[in-house]
């Protein structure tokens, strides 16, 4: 069964960078694209970045762009998503997902989500 598992989460302070990290088991990560999401308390789950198998093709929110970094540390079978400069708006649980694809770029991810993990809680207090 594969599960994918997210880590790094916690209560920061603005202005704090971050890294979360999705680690898969029962799959090799490297050959899938994978998106990370969040969900704000009240609102809706949103994606947040996307990156192709081979990692060639990357697409980020219009909210983080700047800020959020994620790529892909293959001998380790990850994806991490680097948070800089960490704001208070940043503040929900987030997701890694295995993609179908990162074609279409962020307004698809959600629909093209095929394997969730279970979610960390990223808190940034001002």
């Known amino acids: 069964q594969v599960q994918l598992v997210e880590s790094g989460g916690g209560t920061v302070q603005t202005g704090t960078t971050l890294t979360l990290s999705c680690a898969a088991s029962g799959a090799v990560l490297n050959n899938y694209a994978v998106g990370w999401f969040r969900q704000a308390p009240g609102k809706e789950r949103e994606g947040v970045s996307c990156i192709s198998a081979s990692g060639s093709s990357i697409y980020y929110a219009d909210s983080v762009k700047g800020r959020f970094t994620i790529s892909r540390d293959k001998a380790a079978n990850r994806v991490h998503l680097q948070i800089d400069n960490a704001k208070p708006d940043d503040t929900a649980t987030y997701y890694c997902?295995?993609?179908?694809?990162?074609?279409?770029?962020?307004?698809?991810?959600?629909?093209?989500?095929?394997?969730w993990g279970q979610g960390i809680l990223v808190t940034v207090s001002s």
């Open positions: 997902a295995r993609q179908s694809t990162c074609a279409g770029g962020i307004p698809t991810m959600v629909a093209r989500a095929l394997w």
